[in-house]
């Protein structure tokens, strides 16, 4: 039984902000399709507040919380004290931690892979940040740029970066 590949996958703005007031600082359908499809079939793993701020488990994955609320129940959604238990149960060759702040932090140290889409704008209110990466360490294996359209008012690139081994 070989160790799963454990995905950190988020969009950051150019500053590295992730959110303001417990959404996403944009509304994006490319990067949320990207991110479906990424993630379709594998276990997902987030805080309590990144699953309060989807407001429900996304459907076709295992949803894995991380809580201290041992009491907190919650429908179509595992709880787990901390991280490390949260992997354990996380069933697949592949694990996605999809945030927020606190848990990508975290993860960061553990993660083989990052799906990260760069949406090329600043935001100034952002008050969750993913964490600084150490360049030297991350290798990028992947690049899709994509332009403003109709739907999506900021440009994007979604990027993989490999950790150097």
Not at 39 to 63: E, F
Not at 89 to 102: T, V
Not at 120 to 136: K, L, N, R, S
Request: hydrophobic share 40%; with cysteine.
């Amino acid at each position: 039984m070989s160790m799963p590949e454990i995905l950190l996958i988020v969009a950051q703005s150019d500053n590295r902000a992730i959110g303001h007031q417990g959404a996403m600082p944009w509304h994006l359908p490319r990067d949320l399709k990207h991110f479906k499809a990424q993630t379709l079939g594998h276990p997902v793993i987030m805080g309590r507040k990144t699953y309060d701020s989807i407001g429900r488990a996304l459907p076709g994955r295992q949803n894995l919380v991380i809580s201290r609320n041992a009491a907190l129940a919650l429908p179509d959604a595992e709880t787990c004290p901390d991280l490390a238990t949260a992997i354990a149960r996380a069933r697949g060759d592949k694990i996605f931690i999809i945030g927020g702040a606190e848990i990508y932090r975290l993860a960061l140290p553990l993660a083989d892979t990052l799906l990260v889409t760069h949406v090329h704008t600043t935001v100034a209110q952002a008050d969750a940040y993913f964490p600084p990466i150490e360049p030297g360490a991350w290798q990028e294996t992947a690049r899709e740029n994509h332009a403003v359209d109709d739907a999506n008012p900021y440009p994007m690139s979604f990027c993989r970066y490999e950790r150097r081994r």
